[in-house]
């Protein structure tokens, strides 16, 4: 592959280099394992995806870029530790194509990173005698986290390689140049390399379609957009910038997915743009979504009034087992991000429609349809009155049903209860809890002794209606202590419930410690009051 057979490039939609010290010594440890093993068999470095016609040297490099870099800068290590002449100059010629007129080969480096770091690697990487320059650069030297890595990882390389002798290095280059095989896959479309690398179990770090869409945009545009795209994905982060096409895909299709992202974003959101349009995706769809959805994850919305308001509701959304409701989100902030009272409506609305089809285990499908029929109603200018937030009378009363039941066995569903009724209780609804631990507790506990009090003060049939409903529950910051969960109530209030400072960080816990016994009757009236302030402050 070091050869003038192929000329290759990273394109800019690509992510940067980004291989950590870590994973470069285990590609060297590989290396080094091959070699020690002293027999002919050849050592398989995985497989590389191209974008590359028949018989042309261009390769746009779909998978391979972090190992191609890699090896680059190994390569060039070695170059610089050797002798002139020998495997030194066979080495540079591996890393720039020397030209040839006769073949109208051009003298250029044989790899050629992404725009911002292809002059730095060229500089002290590919020209010899320059690493040890790169690894003597700080770190105000390197404008980009690819330069960084590219410096530490040749630091990291050079340190081992240089305690070598030369024998020992001629060895591993040798074996990197004689018996080391990729397999080169090559494809004439970018398509088509995509599903290639999809079914592949390739080496390297994944392309997502985040990734190709950048490549259908960015190319009609100039290196200002490419910025733009790229401080949207370093903002967010690579997981949540690629799941942010799936909640763009939602808030423009209004349907749930019936295909995979890759063949219905581009029919349902970018033909919309392309490519008369490709900067207004920038600015007006890609760039203030990525900021609403980091205002939504990071509770970083910021006003004048009321920003604490939204961001409570933002943690509360959070909590919730499904990101279902983040298009919908993420269509308020884009368009009322302005507008602090109707966020707070709005996202209020939204946690009650949430939180009542949470707790009612409503599946996927249903959930996503409801939500569907919500930006439906948005984007037709119904706002706060839009009739898909409605619960009809079937859905209040089955939410009031799960309420009342036994909530302690819904793992899923218990604590977001608990926790949306201490706030209730606590008489503010921006109250936030932050504890590392938050546990989910029983007061009558669920196995009592033999010789147990809770045996005098509850039949069997009472334990088996109340130990785990509402009313016999409370929350604590810490984890279970198995041995004082059997404690008899006065014992269990004191050395339990009570934090090292005396009180109870939750006023849920709090309505326990200020009761001096622990009843079916006091449970019966307490669990009417629960629901009943849980009912109202959901409307149901």
Do not use: C
Request: hydrophobic residues 40%.
């Amino acid at each position: 592959m070091f050869s003038s057979d192929y000329d290759f490039w990273i394109p800019d939609y690509q992510r940067p280099y980004a291989w950590e010290v870590e994973q470069a010594g285990q590609l060297l440890d590989d290396l080094v394992e091959a070699v020690e093993r002293d027999d002919d068999e050849p050592y398989f470095l995985g497989s590389m995806v191209l974008v590359k016609n028949d018989g042309a040297a261009d390769s746009e490099v779909i998978d391979g870029q972090q190992r191609l870099t890699t090896l680059t800068i190994l390569l060039a290590i070695v170059r610089d530790l050797a002798e002139p002449g020998g495997i030194r100059d066979s080495l540079g010629k591996m890393i720039i194509e020397p030209g040839d007129e006769l073949l109208d080969l051009e003298a250029k480096p044989r790899l050629a990173l992404k725009k911002r770091d292809q002059a730095f690697f060229r500089t002290y990487v590919q020209t010899p005698g320059r690493v040890e320059e790169l690894i003597a650069l700080n770190d105000t030297a390197l404008k980009t986290d690819a330069q960084k890595s590219i410096r530490d990882n040749a630091k990291a390389l050079r340190e081992v390689l240089a305690r070598w002798d030369e024998e020992s290095r001629r060895r591993l280059v040798k074996m990197i140049s004689a018996r080391t095989f990729l397999v080169i896959v090559t494809t004439p479309n970018l398509t088509s390399a995509h599903r290639i690398f999809s079914v592949m179990n390739a080496r390297g770090l994944d392309l997502s379609p985040a990734d190709i869409f950048k490549s259908k945009v960015i190319g009609l545009l100039d290196d200002e957009y490419a910025t733009k795209w790229d401080e949207a994905e370093v903002m967010l982060g690579r997981s949540d910038f690629a799941d942010l096409f799936l909640y763009i895909r939602m808030i423009f299709a209004k349907e749930r997915a019936k295909q995979d992202l890759m063949t219905e974003f581009p029919k349902q959101v970018l033909d919309q743009y392309l490519p008369g349009r490709a900067a207004e995706f920038v600015d007006d769809v890609l760039v203030p979504y990525a900021e609403a959805y980091e205002q939504i994850r990071d509770f970083g919305y910021e006003a004048s009034a009321k920003a604490e308001r939204v961001n409570s509701w933002f943690r509360r959304l959070s909590q919730i087992d499904n990101s279902d409701w983040l298009p919908p989100a993420l269509w308020a902030m884009r368009h009322h991000g302005d507008d602090p009272v109707w966020l707070d409506g709005f996202l209020r609305k939204l946690e009650r429609l949430a939180a009542s089809m949470f707790i009612r285990r409503v599946y996927t499908t249903p959930r996503v349809v409801r939500y569907s029929n919500l930006l439906r109603e948005l984007a037709a200018g119904h706002g706060l009155d839009s009739p898909a937030f409605d619960l009809d009378a079937d859905e209040r009363a089955e939410t009031v049903r799960q309420l009342d039941g036994p909530l302690y066995l819904v793992q899923k569903t218990r604590k977001y209860v608990l926790l949306r009724l201490d706030e209730v209780l606590a008489g503010s609804s921006g109250v936030t809890h932050d504890f590392s631990i938050i546990t989910v507790e029983h007061v009558l506990p669920q196995n009592p002794k033999a010789d147990s009090a809770w045996l005098d003060a509850f039949t069997a049939g009472a334990r088996a209606t109340w130990t785990h409903r509402l009313a016999n529950l409370v929350l604590l910051n810490r984890t279970k202590n198995s041995q004082a969960q059997n404690y008899d109530f006065e014992t269990k209030k004191h050395k339990y419930f009570l934090s090292r400072s005396g009180v109870s960080a939750f006023p849920l816990t709090s309505q326990v410690l200020a009761q001096s016994e622990w009843t079916p009757a006091l449970l019966e009236t307490r669990q009417k009051e629960l629901v009943r302030t849980l009912a109202e402050e959901w409307e149901l």
